[in-house]
């Protein structure tokens, strides 16, 4: 196994995220200067109709972009998680179940719901104005784009591009070097600071928290990916099926209660993995007989 020093243990922790917001950041300019060079070009330099296009183009088609950055990153991320896992201890017991699939899935809706019941019911959201201008922005582009690239960005891009990196990459790579608690609090952190702003941050950083101590308890990374997914999907049955007027109390009191029946048939029913090897080519001592 290869040692480290402090250093490297820091570098080899953040550069994947630097390579995320890159990647991101990249796409997202390259897209917008293309979308406006061709809006200027067809109705002339700075003028309305050429905003006004170039506008209307990316509120229908703007989520395709982050799809493709999302693609970019996931094909970057699954390089550094074969890397990754070549220093990672060995679990038996990983496979994903039936059960833990269908608890997960329950546990991560009823968070999601207790999440928004929260935020409505303090008023957390109106503490940032700025950003419920730029939410009600975000929530133009997704309202304009067709349901089948809405759920492919935030039910299947986002969970897998965002587990592998904060759960798969960074999570493992502290645990190299941090103790198993704090591991979880620093990578939780980064995953809050990924979605760069606080009111969206804060309440990541909590399921974060959720999302490291699924995959600490059953090692396999497939579990908070389907976490994350049935977190987010959770957001359209809301929507879609509820919708926005109904009674935050009503919501929040069932949405406690089956998370929190599913947090103790998870740990109540199902087996947590195993350790089998402390490090690649390093066997755990036997006890003495």
């Excluded at 950055?69 to 179940?97: G, Q």
């Excluded at 587990?163 to 809050?192: D, H, Q, T, Y």
Aim: a neutral charge.
């Amino acid at each position: 196994m290869v040692k480290y020093s402090i250093s490297q243990h820091v570098w080899r922790s953040i550069y994947p995220l630097l390579i995320f917001f890159c990647i991101v950041f990249s796409v997202s300019s390259l897209s917008g200067y293309i979308v406006y060079a061709v809006a200027e070009s067809r109705h002339g330099l700075w003028t309305d109709a050429a905003a006004e296009a170039a506008d209307g183009f990316i509120m229908r088609y703007g989520l395709w972009f982050l799809v493709l950055a999302n693609i970019i990153n996931c094909v970057f991320f699954m390089i550094i998680w074969r890397k990754t896992k070549k220093d990672l201890p060995k679990y038996e017991n990983t496979k994903l179940t039936v059960t833990v699939t269908a608890l997960t899935i329950l546990l991560c809706a009823g968070l999601h719901y207790t999440v928004i019941s929260i935020i409505d019911l303090t008023g957390f959201m109106y503490l940032f104005p700025s950003f419920i201008e730029t939410a009600e922005e975000i929530a133009a582009v997704f309202a304009n784009a067709g349901l089948l690239v809405r759920i492919i960005v935030a039910v299947i891009a986002a969970p897998v591009v965002e587990e592998i990196l904060c759960r798969g990459i960074v999570l493992n790579r502290l645990l190299l070097w941090m103790p198993k608690w704090v591991a979880m609090l620093v990578s939780s952190v980064l995953f809050g600071v990924i979605h760069l702003n606080i009111p969206q941050g804060l309440p990541a950083f909590v399921i974060g928290i959720v999302f490291s101590m699924l995959y600490l308890r059953y090692r396999n990374l497939w579990v908070p990916i389907i976490a994350h997914a049935a977190y987010n999907f959770a957001n359209f049955a809301f929507y879609l099926v509820i919708g926005e007027e109904i009674n935050t109390w009503l919501l929040l009191a069932p949405s406690i209660l089956v998370a929190g029946v599913c947090v103790l048939l998870l740990i109540k029913i199902t087996p947590a993995a195993a350790l089998v090897q402390e490090r690649a080519q390093e066997p755990i001592a036997e006890a003495p007989q």
